[in-house]
C-alpha cells in the first residue's frame, strides 16, 4: 500500500480561457490554506512534440493520486480527464472536494460526484472545508439540499 503524502491533488482542465482562470483561482485559493498541493498542469503536462510520454504522464498522475491526502477536482467544463481523476480518487477512498463554480439557477450537478464528496460553490468554501479537513473534521457526504442534480 502506498503511504499517503501530506498535500492536495489538484485536478482540473485548462484546454480554455475560462478553464485556466478558474485554475488559476483555485491555486491562488489554495495557497490560503496550509497544505501544499500537486497540480499536474504545472508538474507533468504533456504537450504533443515533446519529449514525454502519454504513458507517463498517466503513470505519474495516477501515483501522484495515490500519494495525495486528498483531491481538488474542479468540475466546471466536465472534463473527461479530470471525471477519471476523480473516480480514481473515490475508488482509493480519497476524501474528494469538488469545486463548482460557473454555476447558474437551475444548472444540475452531476449526482454521482455529489455522492462521492463534498461540494463546493466558490473558493471561500472550498478553503473552509479544506481547513476544516486539515483540523479532522469529519464530512457528511450526503447530498447537499441547496444544490439541483442530474
Known sequence: MTQTKNYIYLAGPWFNPRQLEILELTKNALDEVPIKYYSPKDEMLYEPGKDIDPM??????????????????????????????????????????????????????????????????????????????????VYDTSIREDIDYE
Not at 452531476?110 to 462521492?116: I, T
Open 56 to 137: 507517463e504522464v498517466l503513470a505519474t498522475n495516477v501515483q501522484a493520486i495515490r500519494d495525495a491526502e486528498v483531491l481538488v477536482v474542479i468540475t466546471d467544463g466536465k472534463d473527461t480527464g479530470t471525471m477519471f481523476e476523480a473516480g480514481l480518487a473515490f475508488a482509493l477512498q480519497k476524501q474528494i472536494f469538488y469545486l463548482w463554480v460557473d454555476h447558474k439557477p437551475g444548472d444540475k450537478f452531476n449526482l454521482m460526484l455529489g455522492a462521492s464528496g463534498v461540494v463546493c460553490m466558490d473558493y471561500v468554501e472550498l478553503q473552509t472545508a479544506l481547513e476544516e479537513h486539515i483540523i479532522g473534521c
